[in-house]
């Protein structure tokens, strides 16, 4: 099946640094990407929509100065979390449908973020 | 999207055959349903998808009633490497993958 991948995953980083995590489809393109988020315990919640060439699309309650997205490419999209805090400790999720118009929906391992 | 209820956890015996049920009572004539399980700290995996028919894959078969207001997940021969949480989905298949995720089921198999 169609690949999608993530870097780092893992990361630790200081209170107040930027951190930023890609998410790439290997072996297809992607005009779409979408970002979730995972706390401990819980389930996922879509964060924003990355769009190739256009703006992202954000999620209620979801802060897009604090959650810098970017699809530069047809198979790279970055989050990047600025000014991390404690609480936005979290494991980060992408996923990508499997070619335009595909319903089917593939997800990458996912990036553990802690902040210190 | 549908919102879907599904069980908090079920046990299985390794070996058997697990059925994990799915209530999605207020689909639409034109929603899908998804089935994706995560194995802990992994990403989500896909499994299998169907609108009105039942469906077999190489991981699973999926069963929907007549009136779709509920579906069935099979693991013909639970594994211990079935062990995972499983998100039964319903979502249109237009969406292009923007799919909410409930709380999902944890299934454990058990030697």
């Known amino acids: 099946g169609a690949v999608v991948s993530q870097h780092p995953s893992w990361v630790i980083c200081k209170s107040g640094t930027s951190v930023k995590i890609e998410c790439r489809s290997l072996d297809f393109q992607a005009t779409t990407m979408f970002w979730y988020r995972q706390f401990p315990k819980q389930s996922l919640m879509l964060m924003a929509t990355?769009?190739?060439?256009?703006?992202?699309?954000?999620e209620q309650g979801v802060e897009k100065d604090k959650f810098l997205i970017n699809h530069a490419s047809l198979t790279l999209s970055t989050l990047t979390v600025t000014s991390a805090h404690p609480e936005d400790s979290s494991f980060y999720i992408c996923s990508a449908p499997a070619g335009t118009g595909s319903d089917t929906q593939y997800f990458g391992p996912g990036t553990r973020l802690t902040v210190l | 999207d549908a919102k879907t209820t599904q069980p908090p956890s079920m046990d299985c015996a390794e070996g058997r055959a697990a059925n994990l049920p799915c209530n999605h009572s207020t689909i639409s004539g034109n929603e899908y349903v998804y089935w994706y399980r995560q194995i802990h700290s992994q990403g989500p995996q896909y499994i299998i998808h169907?609108?009105?028919n039942n469906e077999t894959n190489e991981m699973a078969s999926l069963i929907i009633t007549e009136d779709r207001k509920s579906s069935t997940l099979i693991l013909p021969h639970a594994t211990l490497r079935d062990t995972a949480v499983y998100y039964c989905?319903?979502?249109?298949?237009?969406?292009?993958?923007?799919?909410?995720f409930g709380d999902g089921t944890t299934l454990t198999v058990k030697p």
């Open positions: 990355s769009n190739e060439g256009s703006k992202a699309t954000y």
């Open positions: 169907g609108l009105k």
């Open positions: 989905i319903v979502r249109v298949a237009t969406n292009a993958g923007k799919s909410t």
